[in-house]
């Protein structure tokens, strides 16, 4: 039975391990990831916006901008969706999808209503999508700042991308709308990773989700 995992988390919690963990199940699956929620696609429509590698340079933003953005991020999420619905035999993983949209409407722009994903979800719940996000303690998420701090942005700076909302403060708060909106999300299959557990443990649990 073809499998279609979607799974969201933020940053510094082991979305990348446990991506790699999948991989070594679903050797063939077709792998969809999708970054900088924000960031770069409103750069990308509004190249005149210079700079938006911090949060209060979202605050300048007009509705207007808000409203094209989220516009742009539905209609994608609706494509991959749509293409999940055609590859009928096809195991696929996507990286972030609506409950990242979510928790960046909240934490940039204040939004908690998100009536109109509703429809997505339905369509993802439909095709037994199985929502899987991973996230860590606090004090977790703080120790791999420290330590993958510098590592990072060494990568960064050598792809020249850009990046913002990166301070531990609002990470940790990240990953707490995470968590929120998780917990409250009428979703079918969903399942929760916290990778502060022994990897040992976490393939585990990757094996009985994608054997579910």
């Known amino acids: 039975m073809r499998k279609i995992l979607i799974l969201e988390g933020s940053n510094y919690c082991g979305k990348s391990t446990i991506t790699q963990l999948i ?11 999708l970054h900088d929620f924000y960031y770069l696609h409103i ?3 509004y190249p005149r916006i210079e700079n938006l590698t911090s949060k209060k340079a979202y605050s300048f933003l007009s509705d207007n901008y808000i409203k094209h953005a989220d516009k742009y991020l539905t209609h994608r999420n609706s494509l991959i969706l749509q293409y999940c619905m055609e590859m009928k035999n096809e195991d696929i993983l996507i990286e972030r999808s609506f409950l990242t949209q979510m928790v960046y409407r909240d934490l940039l722009f204040g939004r908690k ?7 997505l979800i339905k369509g993802f719940n439909e095709q037994k999508a199985q929502l899987i996000f991973v996230t860590a303690s606090p004090q977790t998420i703080a120790r791999r700042i420290e330590y993958g701090d510098i590592e990072k942005k060494k990568i960064r700076k050598r792809n ?39 990897l040992e443990n976490l393939e585990q649990n990757i094996h009985e989700i994608i054997q579910a």
């Open 113 to 119: 209503d998100h009536l109109e994903l509703h429809g």
């Open 43 to 45: 750069l990308k429509q």
């Open 160 to 198: 020249a991308t850009q990046y913002h909302l990166t301070d531990r403060e609002t990470l940790i708060r990240k990953n707490e709308l995470y968590n929120t909106y998780f917990d409250f999300l009428e979703f079918d299959y969903k399942y929760k990773l916290n990778t502060d557990l022994p």
């Open 23 to 33: 991989k070594k199940t679903l050797t063939n699956a077709t792998i969809i990831e």
